[in-house]
């Protein structure tokens, strides 16, 4: 987007010019429309899973916004000359499965030939105008709260590659696909005053963004940070993504490790997420009431990760 030029319409309340989720237009008073849209790649060879997975990943953003998903559009790239259309049928049986679960409602689509499927969804959502969330509102003393593990770029990678089974692999798929409406369900009967969701930029990318868009420093606790499992292991393998070089330069001096970090761990700060967690902003004091909540809604894996401090220039610390 660089080089184009920033719109001076008022209603636009979140355009490209911050790095966020989604855009966001005031339509009334109260009411403010979401878009976003997004695709992946096959992260497994399971058309179900794959349709499931690019759902949760296109929903998020709407979430992340602080939002309620209404409607959804297919984005379909097949190969139909050469693979069979009941496996395109099941990548929208799963993406419209979890588009039902989101309360949304799937209103079309559109589709074009391609040497490799892609899917994914355009959403429109709505939020009160004076309760969006972005990734630019964190204040000095918040407590950051991660809903989901990390490491699936990694997984995904090895799964194509061989290193890692597919019965490994095929136990994180519900995790993968799981929907963020239910954290920020809870989420929003607290203070909340930023939000992201964690994908292809990586766990450090992201908070930078963070870090960025609030002009202040974000330390992230390593030991805090829950991978999923094999996650550390594919990449003592040698195995890596074709984005985490991309990311780390993106992130070339504004960030450090103020802790003894192997090469591997390292990676894994860089490594990219398909549908990964929300990353929360909050006062510190309602920060264990939010976990409790999380957890006793079934988001046993949410932890506090890091917090929010004053610093000359934006930055993210690894303590």
């Given at each position: 987007m660089q080089g184009l030029e920033i719109s001076d319409d008022p209603n636009l309340l979140v355009g490209?010019?911050?790095?966020?989720?989604?855009?966001?237009?005031?339509?009334?008073?109260?009411?403010?429309?979401i878009s976003t849209v997004d695709y992946i790649t096959p992260p497994v060879d399971?058309?179900?899973?794959?349709?499931q997975i690019a759902a949760?990943?296109?929903?998020?953003?709407?979430?992340?916004?602080?939002g309620q998903p209404l409607t959804a559009l297919n984005l379909v790239m097949f190969p139909s000359k050469i693979l069979d259309m009941d496996v395109l049928?099941?990548?929208?049986?799963?993406?419209?499965?979890?588009?039902r679960e989101a309360g949304a409602s799937m209103a079309g689509g559109h589709s074009v030939d391609d040497n490799e499927p892609k899917y994914g969804l355009a959403i429109t959502g709505k939020v009160h105008p004076d309760r969006i969330l972005t990734n630019k509102d964190c204040r000095s003393g918040d407590a950051l709260v991660l809903t989901k593990p990390l490491g699936t770029g990694v997984l995904f990678n090895a799964g194509r590659s061989g290193k890692l089974p597919y019965s490994e692999l095929e136990s994180i798929?519900?995790?993968?696909?799981?929907?963020?409406?239910?954290?920020?369900?809870?989420a929003l009967k607290f203070d909340i005053h930023a939000c992201t969701d964690i994908t292809g930029f990586g766990i450090l990318g992201h908070s930078l963004e963070m870090a960025l868009g609030s002009g202040l420093q974000i330390n992230l606790t390593f030991e805090r940070l829950c991978f999923y499992p094999n996650a550390l292991k594919m990449y003592q393998k040698g195995e890596s993504t074709g984005s985490n070089k991309a990311n780390r330069r993106l992130a070339q001096g504004r960030w450090e490790a103020a802790v003894s970090l192997t090469p591997e761990q390292e990676e894994l700060?860089?490594?990219?997420q398909t549908s990964g967690g929300l990353l929360l902003a909050l006062p510190a004091e309602q920060c264990a009431d939010l976990l409790n909540d999380l957890k006793q809604a079934g988001i046993e894996s949410a932890a506090h990760v890091g917090r929010v401090v004053k610093s000359q220039r934006p930055f993210v610390k690894v303590v």
């Open positions: 490209y010019d911050t790095s966020d989720d989604a855009a966001v237009y005031r339509v009334a008073p109260d009411i403010a429309l399971d058309p179900y899973w794959l349709g949760a990943n296109s929903l998020s953003d709407v979430y992340a916004m602080g049928k099941e990548i929208l049986r799963g993406g419209n499965r979890k588009v798929l519900p995790q993968v696909a799981a929907l963020n409406g239910k954290a920020m369900e809870v700060l860089f490594d990219p």
